[in-house]
């Protein structure tokens, strides 16, 4: 390893997020992959699993302590949530300057970790080394609703829908393609975890229904805005261009984005802006790959920043 690269390793890397998040590191300038930890892999060569990965690296199983010691300089936790606490205490305990980005939803309500939104968060980070990398639904809700929560007159209400691999790798009705061939999957349409946390870091009740479709990676959210007074469509497209305009991962269109277009990418696109005739209801799409602006892209956004090197090194931008 040249003397120029940070260490990184990461916990839970059999899943999708995973081999992504390895195909990024494998591309980085000022990374170098120490360890990757998996149970289900364990021996394994990483590059039997990752067409990106040339080196002799093997997957480990390594329990907290044991990544703890690895004392590398960045690790990103990519494991099902309620099972973070474990390795970050032991890596307070160890080696409490590594960064941590977490992956899960086990820190996107802890003030004490950076929620790492970089388009809505960036003038907040205060040189935390625990970075809280939010949920994928959750950024879409966010990203729509953030340029106009200060004229909303009631709460919003967003319709989600997501490919399969946003349901992970252990198998059940939500990722199965046979059961979800021709359907359209509705599951947990009240009280879902990206629905509280788009409402914690908004400030505002935010009411979602989410539902699992056929494809295997993209997502689509559409958001109902209820204005307290009305606008007109130029003032809606000024308020997003304002605060998106300056982004190279957000992309905002006249029309409404499709999901099919937005695989394998590594943005979010915000479009539609369609108004009711009082001009009192506006209706935003967003979508965004599960895996890239919704996960794997978004740690890396905030790696980057959080090491000294330009947000979007080793991201592809198109």
């Known amino acids: 390893m040249t003397n120029d690269k940070k260490t990184i390793g990461i916990v839970g890397a059999r899943g999708h997020t995973g081999a992504e998040l390895i195909r990024l590191i494998a591309a980085h300038p000022a990374l170098e992959l120490a360890f990757v930890s998996s149970r289900e ?153 990206h629905e509280k946390e788009a409402s914690f870091q908004l400030g505002l009740p935010v009411e979602f229904m989410p539902h699992v479709a056929p494809h295997f990676r993209g997502l689509t959210v559409t958001t109902n805005l209820y204005l307290a007074k009305p606008l007109k469509r130029e003032d809606v497209l000024a308020r997003f261009h304002h605060v998106y305009d300056g982004e190279k991962l957000v992309a905002v269109l006249d029309e409404a984005p499709w999901v099919s277009r937005i695989a394998h990418r590594h943005h979010a696109e915000v479009g539609g802006f369609a108004l009711s005739a009082d001009g009192k209801r506006v209706v935003v799409v967003a979508t965004l790959d599960n895996l890239l602006k919704g996960a794997a892209t978004q740690a890396m956004q905030n790696i980057n920043r959080a090491i000294g090197v330009d947000e979007y090194t080793a991201i592809p931008l198109t």
């Open 41 to 193: 892999l364990d021996g394994q060569r990483v590059s039997e699993h990752s067409d990106a990965y040339t080196g002799e690296l093997r997957y480990e199983n390594l329990a907290p302590a044991a990544v703890a010691a690895k004392r590398a300089d960045v690790v990103i936790l990519a494991l099902p949530n309620g099972k973070a606490a474990a390795y970050v205490e032991a890596i307070d305990a160890a080696s409490p300057g590594t960064l941590v980005v977490d992956l899960s939803a086990d820190y996107r309500f802890d003030k004490a970790w950076y929620y790492g939104l970089p388009e809505l968060t960036r003038n907040k980070w205060r040189g935390e080394k625990r970075i809280s990398n939010p949920g994928c639904y959750a950024t879409a809700m966010e990203l729509s609703i953030a340029p106009l929560k200060d004229l909303l007159g009631a709460p919003p209400v967003c319709f989600g829908v997501s490919g399969y691999s946003g349901a992970g790798t252990t198998p059940s009705d939500k990722n199965d393609p046979e059961k979800l061939r021709d359907n359209l999957m509705p599951y947990a349409l009240t009280g879902h975890t």
